[in-house]
């Protein structure tokens, strides 16, 4: 079992950046692929990003590549998504996800844990 927690999120201006953190406990996180997804109201939650347990590998949704990226650090049990150049378009509850695999997915089906959200919310 692992249980995720996520930080950083807040208010921006457009154009402004963003880091949140996703915090891992319980099992070996280093064993988890990890993604962000992110939700807007009254729709589903979409792919934002992911990476794979080593960290080498990541994937990202069209509408944030060159935008956000993904990183972690396996030492403090955690993963980021730093997001520049936000826009409004952006706002939106921000989720992070764990799968027992070395490689990332973009599919939600493939995670099994799941953290809280943090909302973030980018001002025009």
């Known amino acids: 079992q692992v249980q995720l927690v996520e930080s950083g999120g807040g208010l921006v201006q457009a154009g402004g950046s963003l880091k949140v953190a996703c915090a891992a406990s319980?099992?070996?996180?280093?064993?988890?692929?990890v993604g962000w997804f992110r939700q807007f109201p009254g729709k589903e939650r979409d792919f934002v990003a992911a990476?794979?347990?080593?960290?080498?590998?990541?994937v990202y949704a069209d509408s944030v590549k060159g935008r956000f990226t993904i990183s972690r650090d396996n030492a403090k049990n955690t993963v980021y998504l730093q997001m520049n150049s936000l826009k409004p378009e952006d706002t939106a509850v921000y989720y992070c996800?764990?799968?027992?695999?070395?490689?990332?997915?973009?599919?939600?089906?493939?995670?099994?844990?799941w953290g809280l959200g943090t909302q973030v919310t980018v001002s025009s």
């Open positions: 996800a764990a799968r027992s695999s070395i490689n990332p997915s973009r599919w939600y089906n493939d995670y099994a844990y």
């Open positions: 990476i794979a347990w080593g960290g080498v590998t990541t």
């Open positions: 319980g099992r070996t996180f280093s064993n988890y692929a």
